[in-house]
């Protein structure tokens, strides 16, 4: 989920089980989404990507949904493992020409 | 491929003095794009730069500044430090500007604690 302030959204998962981290977005002319992941000590990496033309996109073990009905945004990960413990960033193109701004961000633990 | 390089990683400044930080973005990338990270405000946009001219800007102060060289490098300035601007500063880059163009590459950001 989303939230501005002191605390950040946690999610925790039994490695193997499957994880949905979530994200409602600001904006309904955002045009393009992407979500991150971001472990200690480093900068966020990119995940997968969707454009508002689409609701749905697959990777490699993730899975990204869009709803623009209700501006909302959801990362699945399959089999969650231990190395998936980070912190998930969903951001959104605002603007023409724009730029990406970011959600709070969920902090996904893995439990093994 | 060498990723985007940030200097410095860490670093300390006392109130009212000024910091650069620098960021070289990856090889052939011509966007260079500024983030403040704290707890309480997540990741916040400071500005865009691309072919030396800062395109977009976020909502902070005039104390917050930057600039690209013609190597597509930048630097970021933050004079009069505040307490307050203790946060880690992330480079991002990509090939070219807009929010839609695809992903933005992040650095290791610098840490700057103000005192």
């Known amino acids: 989920g989303e939230s501005v302030g002191l605390h950040l959204p946690t999610l925790s998962v039994q490695e193997g089980d499957n994880s949905i981290i979530n994200c409602a977005y600001s904006n309904s002319a955002s045009d393009y989404f992407i979500w991150y992941k971001q472990e200690s000590g480093k900068g966020p990496q990119f995940i997968i990507d969707?454009?508002?033309?689409?609701d749905k996109r697959q990777g490699q073990r993730v899975t990204v949904l869009l709803n623009k009905t209700v501006k909302h945004l959801s990362l699945q990960i399959a089999a969650t493992q231990p190395g998936d413990s980070a912190v998930y960033f969903c951001a959104e193109n605002i603007g023409n020409p724009g730029d990406m701004r970011f959600g709070a961000g969920t902090r996904l633990t893995v439990k093994p | 491929k060498a990723g985007v390089t940030q200097t410095p990683r860490y670093l300390i400044k006392t109130r009212g003095q000024q910091v650069t930080l620098s960021c070289s973005p990856i090889s052939g990338h011509r966007s260079v794009s500024w983030y403040q990270q704290t707890p309480g405000q997540g990741l916040q946009f400071l500005f865009e730069?691309?072919?030396?001219?800062?395109?977009n800007k976020g909502n902070f102060p005039g104390r917050f500044s930057g600039r690209q060289f013609s190597n597509s490098r930048s630097e970021m300035n933050v004079s009069t430090l505040e307490l307050g601007d203790s946060a880690l500063y992330l480079c991002a880059s990509r090939q070219t500007p807009g929010g839609a163009s695809g992903e933005l590459f992040f650095g290791e950001g610098s840490r700057l604690t103000v005192l």
């Open positions: 730069y691309f072919s030396e001219t800062q395109r």
């Open positions: 969707i454009r508002s033309n689409m």
